[in-house]
Each structure stands twice: as C-alpha cells, then as structure tokens.
C-alpha cells in the first residue's frame, strides 16, 4: 500500500490532487499542529484582471495558544463571504465553466462551518469526486496515533498497513531513508509536475488553486492533472 499524508488545505492546486491519485491511501493531518503564521490551510490563491487574487478565510487564533488544525474554527464575523463570492463571480464570470462549480462555492459560503477543517474537506471532496480519484481519505483523528515528524509517519504507515510512503523529490533530504527501511517502508520519491493550461487575464501564474483550472477547463481538467 501507498500512503500519502497532507494537511487539510483551502482549496488546494493540481499537484495536491495529482498526489493523491498516485497514492492507495490519504491520511489527512487534522490532528497536528496549526501553524502560527501564513498557512495555505486558510488561503490560497486565484486570478482576476489584476493577477494573482488572494482569498483567506478568517480563523480564530488570538488568545487561543497553540491549537490542533481540527480544533480552528472559522470566525463568523463580517461579511466575507459575501465578498469572496462576489469575488469569484467578478474574476471568473467569462470562465466557461465557472456555472458549473458555482453551487459547490455557494453552499460552501453560505454555510456556517464551525471549523475550517470541515470547510476545506468539502471543497477537497468535491474536486476529488469530479475528478474520479477514488484513493481512500482517513483522517488521523480517527486513527490512534501520535508524535512528531518522521516518527509520526511512520507510526501512520504501520497503523494503516502501509509498506510505501510518498516524499517530493524536494523534501526527500529532509527524510532518514534508513530509519524508514528499518520500520520495513520504502520512501517513494515523487515530482509534482507543472501543470500549463489557459488561464484568462493575461501572463500564466502556476500552481493557484485547481478551482482555476475546473473554471476554465470543465472535465479537460481530469486530463491535465491525471494525465
């Protein structure tokens, strides 16, 4: 078995998804640590006449210490929601395919999620299902694990039978290939590649959230990141 780990991220780009298509498994991180500054769990980037188009989405954090990703819950205050749509409907309104995802950005912007984790979930979800993965998605609250960094891995890889775990060529540094093989797990080094498609307005910026991708290019989508 393959397993793949990741955070919980908004919205994330094509390389997310190409992962975890690669993968048997998807072990999603809810129980490690929310990171303290800018994090691509809360925001992600899109585009509009102007370029890039960041959108975050507002937590609670002040006051609060230290907290797990699961436990982060959206601040309801203000009216960013309201703003973020009219935002993807002015950025995209000449998508082609922009109608057929507005209802996933409606009700994820009309609903009143208590944690970010549960909104994320469902835009990943979603883009999961249309694109046909059928990996299996765990999160590992559900598993009975704990620990940090490398040993927390390999902790996950035992407790889901687990005999290859996927690393990006970049990051393979950073991993003990000897202490993995010595808990009998083969690292898989794997190349996100860059994903080149028509975008609108103007010069191409790579790796903004798949969302870009699906507006602009309906199911052709599935091709691109899958190959």
Known sequence: MILST?????????GFFYKANLADMVVVLDEVQFPQSTTWVTRNRFKNDQGTLWMTIPV?????????????QICHHGNWRTKHLRSFRSAYAHAPYLADHLGLLERVLSTDYDFILN???????YVLDFLNITTQVTMMSQLN????????VIDICKTVGATQ???????LTYYDRNRF???GIELVALKIPEFIYPQMWGDFIANLSILDMMFNLGAKTRDIVLG
Do not use: C, D, H, W
């Not at 990741?6 to 094509?14: G, S, V």
């Not at 907290?67 to 982060?72: D, F």
């Not at 909104?119 to 979800?125: D, F, V």
């Not at 775990?165 to 990051?171: L, N, P």
């Open 60 to 72: 609670l954090k002040k006051g609060l210490g230290l907290q797990r990703i699961r436990g982060v």
């Open 145 to 152: 694990v704990s620990g940090k960094g490398q040993q927390l």
């Open 119 to 125: 909104l994320n979930m469902e835009i990943i979800r």
């Open 181 to 183: 093989e010595n808990a």
């Open 165 to 171: 775990y996927q690393v990006q060529t970049s990051a």
């Open 6 to 14: 990741t955070q919980p991220y908004f919205a994330p780009y094509p």
